[in-house]
């Protein structure tokens, strides 16, 4: 039960429902028109052979007609070697041969007043038989005064069994059913063959997933080849690895340069409360000393609050946390960060507000990327050279004197 659960069962199950349902229709459409065709072929053989015992019949003379007549019964023995019988009427519907009580035609077939014939299919099952019924008149006789009395008009009946027509429908049906047994079972050979290549590339992706689950996204791609969908999502599988990998090996940096940067304000901090709590406890404390450690200590706590704010960003990106979107004054918003550098050591910042304009974003993003860019800045430009921020319009850019960034980092 579990197989058939499955993709592999599901997909063998629809292959061989869909060659059930098309060789279905194709007995539909070949046999229904089958037995239609083998009855119509036979009742127009038949009329042919009708029209045959018809001439006979018109060669004969009317005194030669009576029960039992060898003119009739010559008739009869030329449709016999054709596997046909004709059973012969008189006007008044005697029959005047041995009439077979199964083939006795109704009254209204012994009173036919046209010269059609009348096609019928008789009996069934194994005794079916095609039936033809027609008007034939026999020669006229010719009288003591000269004159010629016109022929007898006789009711011909000539039947023919179906079992010829069965036997070849029967040859097709027992080729078709061996045709339809060859068909399904190719069906299920290919369709298990295809089923347990397509299980095998989706157990392969999915152990591919339960090993990135467990291990991380560093494990080996899966190895799915193939240009189908099956391929595409593995492909894509791939790339998700890789990002992953990419944003793992990013979050390790992070993490790595977030804990040496804090490691190194922290001991600073430490020293400076340390040196603070000395200066305090002798006599004759050093104020201006003191101050200054207390201003060191500041710096640092500073530094502490922007890696710890860093962190929080981290986390809140994590966590997917959507941005605001309100209309922004840039110009304002550079001025309250560019305040924020007054008091910390390092190259002056100069702010220059020329049209600056307003835009769609998060106040808080922009100011905090404002600020790394004024940082990186300050950090790697010489003691006596400036940064500038300029604001054009809905642009903002942070000039330094520093050397730039090496071309080959």
Known sequence: MRFFLGLRGRLMLALLAVTVLALGGAALALLVPLDKRLRDDALASLSSDANTARQAVAQIDAVDVYPRSPALGRVGRSLRRVGADVD???????????????????????????????????????????????????????????????????????????KEAHAARAVFVTGFERASALTLLIALVLGFGFSTRLARRTRALRNAALRVAAEGPGVPPPDVAGRDEIGDLARAFATMQERLRAQEDARKAFVATASHELRTPIAALQLRLGLLSEDLAADGSDVADAREQVAHAEAQTIRLARLASDLLDLSRLDATVDLRSERVELGSLCHVTVAEFDPVPGPPVHLDDHDGGTALADPGKVSQIVRILVENARGFSPPDGTVRVLVRGASIAVEDDGPGVDPAE
């Open 88 to 162: 012969i009427y008189a006007p008044d519907g005697t029959p005047l041969t041995g009439v077979d009580p199964e083939h006795a035609l109704p009254p209204a077939l012994l009173t036919l007043k046209s010269n059609r014939q009348r096609r019928r299919i008789i009996g069934g099952g194994a005794n079916e038989e095609a039936s033809v019924v027609l008007r034939a008149r026999t020669r006229g006789v010719r009288q003591a005064d000269g004159s010629t009395r016109p022929g007898l008009l006789l009711t011909l009946a000539v039947t023919r069994s179906l």
